[in-house]
């Protein structure tokens, strides 16, 4: 059974700096054809972060574009997000997906707290 789960989050103040990682168990992360991470803020809808392609080619949201870098480490079976310069308006659940056609796969989530 594939399951996701994402760690890393927590409180930090305006500027900072987190990592988020997302274990992939029950199945190599090589195998899908794209993974990425969603962020839900509270009364809003679940946005697009980042994405990675099973060829490397990366996309990011208008919003966090320079701030935020998606990676994979095969050898651990994890996707990150490192996340630089963060702002109040970053403050969400966050969500790690992973997609093999036609099946989506989604995590838990962390949560992420920007303090201004």
């Known amino acids: 059974q594939v399951r996701l789960v994402e760690s890393g989050g927590g409180l930090v103040q305006a500027g900072g700096s987190l990592r988020l990682s997302c274990v992939v168990s029950?199945?190599?992360?090589?195998?899908?054809?794209?993974m990425g991470w969603y962020r839900q803020a509270p009364g809003k809808e679940r946005d697009f972060v980042a994405a990675?392609?099973?060829?490397?080619?990366?996309n990011y949201a208008g919003s966090v574009e320079g701030r935020f870098t998606i990676s994979r480490d095969y050898a651990k079976n994890t996707l990150y997000l490192q996340m630089n310069g963060l702002k109040p308006e970053d403050t969400a659940v966050y969500y790690c997906?992973?997609?093999?056609?036609?099946?989506?796969?989604w995590g838990p989530g962390t949560q992420v707290t920007v303090s201004s």
């Open positions: 997906k992973a997609v093999s056609f036609p099946t989506t796969y």
């Open positions: 029950g199945r190599s992360i090589s195998s899908f054809n794209t």
């Open positions: 990675i392609t099973s060829g490397g080619v990366t």
